[in-house]
Structures are given as C-alpha cells and as structure tokens.
C-alpha cells in the first residue's frame, strides 16, 4: 500500500491531490518525509477572507506543513499557496482545509499534539514528537479556543464554586465547575477569589441560564456566597459535609498545638505525635495510631474534650430529616458554647451564621456534595505540578480547560489520538 493511499484515507481533501511521498534528510541528517499537494485541475482556490471561490492571481512559494509522524519520521505537506482576485477583500491568499492562516502545523497535527499533552506534560510531548514546547503550546491553545467557542452552557443545573493557590503569594484562581450526574467539567476559570472574580462566570452564563441552577456547592467564603445569593436565587446553597468536617480538623489542630506547647513547658509530653491520631478517622488509625488515641481519651485534656465534641457532631450527618438535623445542631451549638474551649466556641458561632446553608444539604437529600469539586481541585494540582508551575495566568488557563473542559472536538475522518 502507498503513502498516498493512507493519506486519500485518513486525510483526504477536496478540490487537492497528493503527489508521491519522497524519502529525504533534514539539516541535521535525520530522515523526513516529503508529500508534494497540488490542486485539481478543475478546482477554484477559495478567499481566505469570504471563504467565497474567486478567480486566481498569482502563487506564492512553496511552503511546508508539518503531518503527524509516521514510523517516527516527520512529514510534511508541500504546497504554494495560491492567490486569488477576490471581488469583496481584493488580493487574498487561499484558504488552506489542511491549516489556518500562517500555521505551519497542519490541523490534524495540532489536534495529535493536543490530545497527547492531555496525557503528558507539554515539555514530554515536544520531545516525543520532536517539536517545541512552544508548538505544543499554541497547539493546546488552538484546541482550547475551538472547544470554547463550541461548547453548550444550557440546563446546568448544579455548579460547584473553589479556589486554588496557583503561586506564592497568595496567587488564587476561582475554578466553577458542573457537577450535574451526568456532566462534571470545569465551566471558568478567574483571577483572585472576589466578587468580580465570580460575577465574570454569571456574566458568561446569563440570567436565563442561571435561571435554570437548582443547587450551588460552596465553601464558607462570604464573596462567593454573596454572590451566589445574588446572581443564584433559585437555587439552594450547600455547605457540604467535607469543608464543615475540614473546619472543625482546623479548629481541633489548633486546639492541640496550643495545649501541646503549654504541657511541653511544663515539661509534659502527652501530646507529642497525637496529631494525626487525633485528626484521622478512627478505621483508618494504624496499630500505633489507635493505641495512642486510647491512651489520650483517658487524659482531662481540652484537646480531649474538642475530639469528643468533633466526633459527636458526625451523628449531625446521619439525620434525614432538617427539622431533626436543626434542633441537633442548635443542641449542639448550645453545648459547644459552654465549653470554655475559645476555638470551639468560635467554631459554634460560625455554625449559627450558616444554619441554613448547613441544612440544605438535607434539602438537596445528600445528592448534591462538593466531594466533586475537590477531586477537581486535586486534578487541577496535579496539572500545575505536572509541568512544574506556569508563569503566566494564560497559560495555567489553558492547561486547566484543556484537562478539565471536557470541551468538544471537531469530527474527523481519522482520529489520530
């Protein structure tokens, strides 16, 4: 079978014939090959600026676009672009189906490239494909702005709202995802974690769209919950059970270490190595873990004591029912107030300002969680450690949509990747 049957096959194009495939070196010696393209004899070149057929003007010279390799062997598509007359935008050059503009990389290419960066870091996939990072990059970018400008925002109806520290300093981004049974994608990305960063994805999604949102899932970050109030009135706002459960390991580590640092003065070590004993689930203690926590529960410590307060705010969770769940919770808040534990108490008073919220996620019967949103969260790490960081708030961007996106892709007649 010859080249140029593969290529009729897997990358056929009107109006354009392939010449016959010649074996050469490039500067460095290393093999590539050659496919000449010429136009039918019958075929009209088409405007680039109309994407109307018009009469020709001249050619230009022969230019060079890179194929997906074969065997390990870089291809390219020689062809001189054709110039045409064109009645509406004058002298324009041709519109090329096999790439865009001044691209040297053909279409096909750049999808290729594309769908490996998504399994390897963009360094790793230039090398592999002998390219350069910045091909891989303009590649990525390319099918990150076509998914975008393709993608549906119609009848989401759950959304979850997080941040992520991309850089030193206090460098955030809000991520929204969609986190609807069957669609989970990230929906936007944004600088900082304000307001503004937030009211950009409403402004994207519409009022009619955000019309339709039945429930928002979100930490206890006061921009993102006014905005969601505002923007989400239809909508219920949940408090989920991972940010209140990680809310209260805060509060109870900060309980022990300050405790910890007063016994160690006193030269009592009870508290050395209990950290993890204390804030990990009591089936995934080890041996040591769980011989240490039975000892400390025989202790009259505050830590002691917040430990039994966070363990006995886990049955808050087994309830059905909100009106049951509400009167543990005022129960409990009442409890927490009288322990003359300073952290605790403040903890409870946080749980009163959100008494609502907390019982939505009974509203919502415990379908909707942002246990979702955190694994995302976790991808989106994985992306930034992945390629060693971003400098640019662009590229982390299109790295996050192009992981994360779930975008669309053009058909094609065959997927190389």
Wanted: hydrophobic share 40%.
């Amino acid at each position: 079978m010859q080249l140029k049957t593969i290529l009729n096959r897997v990358e056929p194009h009107k109006s354009f014939v392939y010449g016959e495939g010649r074996l050469g070196t490039d500067a460095t010696g290393q093999p590539m090959i050659e496919v000449e393209i010429e136009p039918r004899a019958n075929g009209r070149a088409i405007c680039s600026g109309c994407e109307v057929p018009a009469p020709g003007y001249d050619r230009l010279a022969r230019r060079r676009f890179a194929f997906v390799p074969l065997w390990a062997i870089p291809v390219f598509f020689c062809y001189a672009p054709r110039r045409v007359d064109c009645p509406r935008c004058g002298v324009k050059v041709e519109k090329l189906p096999w790439a865009d503009g001044k691209c040297t990389l053909t279409n096909s290419y750049r999808w290729f490239l594309a769908g490996w960066a998504k399994r390897l870091s963009w360094k790793e996939t230039a090398e592999a494909f002998g390219t350069t990072w910045e091909q891989v990059y303009r590649a990525v970018r390319h099918a990150v702005f076509w998914g975008l400008v393709h993608r549906k925002l119609t009848r989401i109806k759950a959304i979850g709202v997080d941040e992520i520290q991309w850089k030193r300093g206090h460098q955030y981004l809000t991520l929204v995802y969609q986190i609807d049974a069957g669609m989970r994608r990230l929906l936007w990305v944004a600088q900082d974690r304000t307001e503004a960063s937030l009211h950009g994805f409403f402004d994207l999604l519409g009022k009619r769209q955000a019309g339709y949102l039945k429930f928002t899932c979100s930490d206890m970050w006061q921009p993102y919950l006014q905005v969601l109030r505002e923007q989400a009135r239809n909508a219920l706002i949940i408090l989920d059970r991972f940010h209140i459960m990680a809310k209260f390991n805060q509060v109870l580590d900060e309980i022990r270490a300050g405790e910890a640092r007063r016994l160690k003065q006193e030269g009592n070590l009870v508290l050395k190595h209990s950290r993890w004993c204390l804030l990990k689930r009591p089936q995934n203690l080890t041996d040591r873990q769980a011989i240490k926590l039975s000892e400390l529960l025989r202790c009259n410590l505050k830590t002691v004591r917040a430990y039994l307060m966070r363990e006995d705010f886990q049955r808050f969770w087994s309830y059905r029912s909100p009106t049951w769940a509400g009167k543990f919770l005022d129960d409990w808040c009442r409890r927490a107030m009288r322990s003359r534990i300073e952290p605790m108490k403040k903890m409870a008073r946080t749980l009163r300002r959100h008494r609502d919220l907390l019982l939505n996620w009974f509203h919502a019967e415990g379908t909707i969680s942002s246990g979702t949103v955190e694994g995302f969260n976790n991808k989106a790490k994985l992306t930034l450690r992945k390629a060693y960081g971003f400098r640019t708030e662009n590229a982390i961007e299109i790295a996050l949509f192009h992981t994360l996106g779930h975008l669309p892709e053009p058909d094609f007649t065959h997927k190389f990747c």
